[in-house]
């Protein structure tokens, strides 16, 4: 036991030099150019068939963004920009009005940055083969999104919604309170109305229609057509869910 | 915090301090000899969690992540690494699908060749990985040459129903060592589009992860068990984590986790259900990182030393 004492000691301090020398290590790790390995070479040329058809048709400029649009915030403007690009797209439901656009929070999957914008950066975005379709449900069922909001900060439009110490305080669509035996035409996508990320108020609606649209597509057509007019994309917040205690 | 490279690293002494403070040194290939001298065996276990097709790193005008990640670079330290270790597992824990152009155009195909290239020994199902359902997997495994590993879903009325490379567990020899890995999948239901998995059938993880790890620890004798897991590190409810299955595990030495994208800047070093150590670790998403965990075990093959760190990409 006493000659286990000095060991102790040293091997403290050699464990605390070790530091030190580990970070270097990663340090390093960031510096490895591509061409270092023949591993790499092998992995490239095999990925270059795949890479120039992605690049191709992912390269494309489909708009210009006045600043970054991100997902952070109870209300984010990434979550705004995508309701609006939904709502552009609501021609592909000729005759019908749409009431509310819902988009879930953990679908989207990127923020987009200030700049230029590709159709890469929808696509990092919106990954999913998600197509958009249009649900009618009765009021009563609408107001059950409430809940999903306070939880998960769900992205919409075509409401307000203040929520005070985790309860709703109002709920708007338009400027009207909800009308439980109404009809709302509720824009979105399959995989929710299928009743994904737990949205089972969309599952058992009134109607459903389809639009062969894929959401993806639907947000790089509202792109397109802002870059026609020449238009860049402001990110904004307008205050339409205000959570407070 | 998502931003820091871990760099801790952890050092057990398992059992006699005497063994003597040259152990400390370890890293260099000298003082790694001396232990390979001394009956030593050391494996390094190399892993990534949620790659999410993130084939190229990030793009140089990304908000968060310019420029990391990418799988050219992480095949050039694998490649490194191997050069410096005789005993190298490479390991992924689910998600490997989904994010990027390259699976929406080739469903995944590019993703397991490289993986194949990087020689990946054994990966689990992540939730996205069944985006396209059961066929896509079947149709893009002639490109995989590792192993997949679930123990918790039936896959009897699916597309993967008597597949040859998907197991419970594999066990894999490493110079003396029997290293076990099985993996363990999340309840699919809200997460994956129910037309593509309906037929999945989800059973209970942590039963399964202790039956499965009982067989490698005791009938197939191995060294070490790995758990690949794709159920998350931990949640705010009793919703089953990596960490709640750490706590009632038995006969798991190593949790290697995903889903929640949770950059760990340490593996946490928990107790199982009888008071033995486990230790649970993620490396976030992308291939930001690559998780590396360093054990020595000793000629009676005791676990005496271990070690970790992440490398960014």
Redesign the interface.
Known sequence: MIRRVPILIIVHILLFSCHPRYLKQSEKSEHYSLKESSVSNVLNDSLSRYKKKVDQETGRVISTLSGEITKEGNESTLGNFVCDALNYNKDFFPGETVDVVIVNRGGLRANLPKGDIRVINIFELMPFENELVLVTIKGKELLKFVPHVIEKKHPFLGMKIKIKNGQSESVLVGDEPVDETKNYNVLTSDYLANGGDSFTFLSNPVSIKPSGLKIRDAIINYCDFEKKLKQTIDPYKDGRLIISK | MEDS?F?N?R?F?KYS??V??TL??L?SKGTNNLLVSKGFTKLTILYTNDQH?R??PF?E????YAGEGG???R??????IRKEEENVLLLDAGDIF?????????SGE?EY??MS??KYDAVTFGNHDF??GCENIVKQMPHASFDFVNCNYNFSNTALAGNKKVFPYKVYKKDKLKIGVFGVGIDLE?LV???YVKDVVYNDPVSNANKWATVLKHDEKCDYVICLSHLGYKYDTNKISDVLLASQSKNIDLIIGGHTHTFLNSPEELKNSIGEKVVVTQVGWAGIWLGKIEINFSPYNKKLFQSN?????
Do not use: C, V, W
């Not at chain 2, 005008?61 to 968060?64: A, E, L, V």
């Not at chain 2, 095949?75 to 490194?80: G, N």
């Not at chain 2, 989904?98 to 080739?106: A, H, R, S, V």
């Open positions: 490279l760099q690293r050092d002494l301090l005497g003597g403070a400390y040194s890293g097709s084939i190229e793009p005008n990304d908000p968060k799988f050219a670079k095949a050039t330290l694998i490649e490194k989904q994010g990027t152009p390259y699976f929406n155009y080739f590019i060749k490289l290239l990087m985006d396209l809200n589009d129910k037309r760190s992440a490398h960014k990409i």
